[in-house]
């Protein structure tokens, strides 16, 4: 059974920089799957962040591109996002989820999600 | 960017009820379609994939159909525990974007 758990700090300064990690387990970050992060502010719907392929390859949407890292550790069968300069506009649940592999370019539908961790920015 | 938007917003729905929620597209995704359940405090679940396949372990009721711009979600014969908000995800194209959601409250 495939799980994912999210994992970071649940309170970041206004100006600094967001870190999460999700951890995978009962499927390799090798396999030929999308790995992906979705956001969700407090009573509102959902926003993709981003997503990686094992291989190092990146989307990210283009409203955060500017301050999205998302990388993937293979020894650790891990992959991270880091969002750097968050306002109280970042504070929401994150949660980090996997693609299918739906084309050349990027994923499909994401068929299993992490709990979600909750991040709130304040100082 | 392709923009979703679903209908209703909000549907209050007494058990066994035939439940209809449409997602419709900006610009012709395909059959690039996904729906997801949220239930409150929980992370949301795959109901149905590419328009209309099925998702092991998702009850029967739960169907999909539609394609290019048109997409239809339904729930035949709601029960107690369909009470979530029901959202829609295009893969066809980044970014990848989701629906405002729709929320099904039991009557």
């Known amino acids: 059974q495939v799980q994912l758990q999210e994992s970071g700090p649940g309170l970041v300064k206004p100006s600094g920089t967001l870190s999460l990690t999700c951890a995978v387990s009962?499927?390799?970050?090798?396999?030929?799957?999308?790995w992906s992060w979705v956001r969700q502010p407090p009573g509102k719907g959902l926003e993709w962040i981003g997503e990686i392929y094992h291989s190092g390859i990146t989307n990210y949407n283009p409203s955060l591109k500017s301050r999205v890292t998302i990388s993937v550790d293979k020894s650790k069968n891990q992959f991270s996002l880091r969002l750097s300069s968050v306002t109280a506009a970042d504070t929401a649940v994150y949660y980090c989820?996997?693609?299918?592999?739906?084309?050349?370019?990027?994923?499909?539908?994401?068929?299993?999600w992490g709990q979600g961790t909750p991040v709130t920015v304040s100082s | 960017e392709i923009v979703l938007t679903q209908s209703p917003d909000f549907q209050s729905v007494t058990p066994k009820e035939k439940v209809t929620i449409t997602c419709r597209a900006s610009q012709s995704i395909g059959s690039s379609l996904h729906w997801y359940q949220q239930k409150p405090d929980q992370s949301p679940k795959l109901l149905i994939k590419?328009?209309?396949q099925s998702i092991s372990g998702v009850p029967s009721r739960f169907s999909g159909s539609g394609s290019g711009t048109d997409f239809t979600l339904t729930i035949n014969s709601l029960e107690a525990e369909d009470a979530a908000t029901y959202y829609c995800?295009?893969?066809?194209?980044?970014?990848?974007?989701f629906g405002p959601g729709t929320k099904v409250d039991i009557k």
């Open positions: 995800h295009q893969s066809s194209s980044l970014p990848i974007t």
């Open positions: 590419y328009a209309s």
């Open positions: 009962g499927d390799s970050i090798s396999s030929s799957n999308w």
């Open positions: 989820a996997r693609g299918t592999l739906g084309s050349a370019y990027g994923s499909g539908s994401l068929d299993y």
